[in-house]
């Protein structure tokens, strides 16, 4: 019995011990959805003026530019740009945006096109490593904490891929997956479909490229009767990248918060959970202890009744 009892404070130390860990962790996690969420807010009127500005040129002026225009020509080559974090303890925010991924490469590839595939995170990096499947780059860091330099390097490697033939390793059109921030329960995993941009309609573009940022009919009415100098071909094309590289830090920063969301939720049910156990092992222990002083007054008692006899 004795030994039953050890083992049970033990396991009871060490369930506390990572009760505090899953504590701090929530913490921690919880302090900087804060600023992950601001980041995103503050980065939304950028990105939303710049979508105002391209879709007001594509809209009211006919103008063809590669990256904004959509061909007749059949794809033959996608890019996948996957967001997952850099650490674990986030419960299923990685495993769902690989599971998304792969739902998109096996459709891509049913319908007859060649797959690359760009990562973020080394939870993105691992998965595709131990499968010995290829990528063309990975980066990693900062997946929970992005910067700007982050997604003006991605633009890079991304439109030098766009801007190559097919027949030297380029591609006719990139996807990225990502988690949209909606709430501090609910992240939802998204493809969006990043070049070519068909402008078709301002409203419904700002608002897939600007998360929760719905742009206002009649501004964007009143935008599109400006003026452009020197021409709007020039505009647009200076616009272009910088457009490109808002959107993607637009996704980092929502993937960012959805990360931290994550694991808040995920180390809050895992201390949760080390509560239970702790009181399940002291009940246990509580009951090994009282078997254990039962025991030893059933042998004092029948000790005392042998000498009794005797």
């Avoid at 019995?1 to 083992?7: H, N, P, S």
């Avoid at 009919?217 to 990248?241: G, I, T």
Wanted: a neutral charge.
């Amino acid at each position: 019995m004795g030994a039953q009892i050890r083992v049970y404070r033990q396991k009871i130390n060490s369930t506390s011990s990572m009760k505090k860990i899953f504590k701090a962790m929530e913490m921690i996690a919880t302090s900087r959805i804060n600023k992950a969420r601001k980041s995103a807010d503050a980065a939304s009127p950028y990105a939303a003026a710049l979508t105002k500005a391209v879709t007001a040129i594509a809209t009211q002026h006919p103008i063809q530019h590669p990256l904004l225009t959509d061909t007749s020509v059949k794809h033959r080559r996608s890019a996948i740009l996957v967001m997952t974090s850099d650490r674990g303890l986030a419960g299923s925010y990685s495993s769902s945006v690989l599971k998304k991924a792969e739902g998109l490469i096996e459709k891509l590839r049913s319908e007859g096109r060649e797959v690359q595939l760009y990562l973020v995170g080394r939870k993105a990096k691992s998965y595709f490593e131990f499968r010995e499947r290829p990528y063309e780059r990975a980066w990693e860091g900062n997946t929970d904490n992005p910067n700007v330099e982050m997604a003006v390097e991605m633009r890079e490697a991304l439109l030098d891929a766009y801007s190559r033939p097919f027949e030297e390793g380029g591609v006719d059109e990139l996807h990225i997956v990502y988690t949209e921030f909606l709430s501090m329960v609910t992240q939802e995993t998204k493809i969006l479909r990043l070049l070519p941009i068909a402008v078709k309609e301002a409203r419904r573009m700002g608002e897939e490229i600007v998360p929760g940022v719905r742009l206002d009919e009649e501004q964007f009415e009143q935008d599109a009767m400006f003026e452009f100098e020197p021409s709007p071909q020039e505009v647009l094309d200076a616009l272009m990248p910088r457009y490109v590289a808002s959107r993607l830090y637009a996704c980092l920063l929502q993937a960012a918060a959805s990360e931290l969301a994550s694991r808040q939720r995920a180390m809050k049910s895992a201390g949760d959970n080390a509560d239970e156990l702790v009181k399940k092992y002291t009940r246990l222990m509580n009951n090994a202890r009282q078997a254990e002083i039962t025991n030893e007054i059933s042998e004092i008692v029948g000790g005392a009744d042998a000498l009794a006899a005797s």
